[in-house]
């Protein structure tokens, strides 16, 4: 499979609240392929980032992508942070989610 490094993007969701704190860091390499559709890689070991997490990466990945309308790419996750204590399923969600805007918004396409 033939693939082109469009970009590395690292976003974090990290909130102190009194009742439940929220930590989640995703690092996402992004290429296009020349296929029309959306591959997903985890390079993160289970030690580095449990299952659920990158589960959820994944998932989030699929998702954005289907809303919008976007194939012709492969996302690796490269790097990510947890917390015990912290971190959920849906805090990976919200950051995947703020880095594929982050690269896909309509002001970056056009």
């Known amino acids: 499979m033939e693939k082109r490094f469009l970009t590395e993007v690292e976003e974090r969701f ?4 009194s009742a439940l704190d929220h930590y989640a860091v995703v690092k996402l390499q992004i290429y296009t392929i020349a296929a029309e559709k959306v591959i997903f890689e985890n390079h993160c070991a289970l030690e580095q980032l449990p299952a659920e997490f990158a589960d959820s990466v994944e998932k989030c990945v699929f998702d ?3 809303e919008s309308g976007i194939s012709g790419i492969l996302v690796c996750l490269t790097d990510a942070k947890w917390r015990q204590y912290d971190s959920s399923e849906m805090d990976f969600k ?3 989610w703020k880095a594929l805007l982050k690269v896909f918004s309509r002001e970056n396409r056009d």
Do not use: L
């Not at 990290?14 to 609240?17: A, F, G, K, S």
């Open 64 to 66: 954005y992508t289907a």
């Open 14 to 17: 990290i909130r102190q609240t």
């Open 94 to 96: 919200v950051a995947t």
